[in-house]
């Protein structure tokens, strides 16, 4: 299959590729560019373990089209911490511990930053509604609630000064 060329900005880097038309986004991520961060879990749209933001929106990279993206600046888990420090969601989830085995967690990071992007002091039912799209089989999700509340306090004390 021929292929074409796609070009986007990820994690604030320029990225060039040729790649064939029916390359999957995660496919393209992980394949062609090593960022193995974002998982792959259905492939259906259902788990949420892929998820990555796309021009400002939280998208299950499972249902992209890598040549879908041309133009568009991504980021992915790998570029949530900047110069070595943790971001507030990441900070959030090693400290409340919203994890078990983890499978889930690069896309709920991923989501989780999105949320409070979107909206910086969420009540607990808006983090639940927020993150439903992100299945995780291992905690209950408590934590993860805890996680984002961390992050959204931390932000909000930044922010302050
Ligand atoms: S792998 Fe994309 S939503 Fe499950
Ligand atoms: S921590 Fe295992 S799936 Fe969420």
Redesign the pocket.
Known sequence: MSKKLVSMTINGKKVEEAVEPRTLL?HFLRENLNLTGA?????????????VDIDGKSV????HLAVQCEGADILTVEGLAKNGVLSAVQEGFHQEHGLQCGFCTP?MLVRSYRLLQENPNPTEAEIRAGIS?NLCRCTGYQNIVKAVQYAAKKLQETAQA
């Open positions: 995660i998982h792959i879990g259905c492939e259906t749209s259902h788990c949420g373990a892929c998820t299950k990279s499972c249902t896309g799209g």
